[in-house]
Structure formats: C-alpha cells, structure tokens
C-alpha cells in the first residue's frame, strides 16, 4: 500500500467533511435550484442547465456545495 505524503493529508481532511456533509439527490432535479455553492471561489461550477456539479482542489484551497434542504441521506458519485 502506497504511503500518505504529507500534503496529501489536509486534501483527504479537506475532502472528507465535504463528501460526508454534502448530498446530492439520486432523482432528476437542477442543482442551481436544489443547491449552493458555499464556498471555493471559481473552483466549484454547475454546468449543463443544471445537471452536472464539478469542484476541485488546489494545494491552498478546495470548494464546497450545500443542498438547500435536509435530508435523512443520500450518495455522491466520483
């Protein structure tokens, strides 16, 4: 098994709360209506009218996205 560097581990503690803390619905909807994006600057875009959400890390910063209702849980593909 490959060894962690050390700048890996802050993108994995970045990463983790983003992916646990964020859902996204498994039905058909638009994520401009459904979510927003709460941080991260040009690094978190929805494209496609509305299908598709893409983030991105750099080694300074990530972004995140928050749906706008609660859920009881949910997946996130990547």
């Known amino acids: 098994m490959a060894s962690m560097t050390s700048s890996s581990v802050p993108l994995i503690i970045l990463l983790v709360p983003i992916v646990l803390g964020s859902i996204m619905v498994a039905s058909a909807g638009n994520l401009n209506q459904d979510f927003d994006i709460t941080w991260g600057d040009s ?17 300074t910063s ?8 609660e859920y009881l849980f949910g997946k996130i593909d990547m």
Do not use: P, V
């Open 43 to 59: 690094r978190a875009n929805i494209i496609n009218n509305g299908e598709l959400l893409t983030l991105s890390l750099d080694k």
């Open 62 to 69: 990530g972004s995140g996205f928050q749906s706008k209702n």
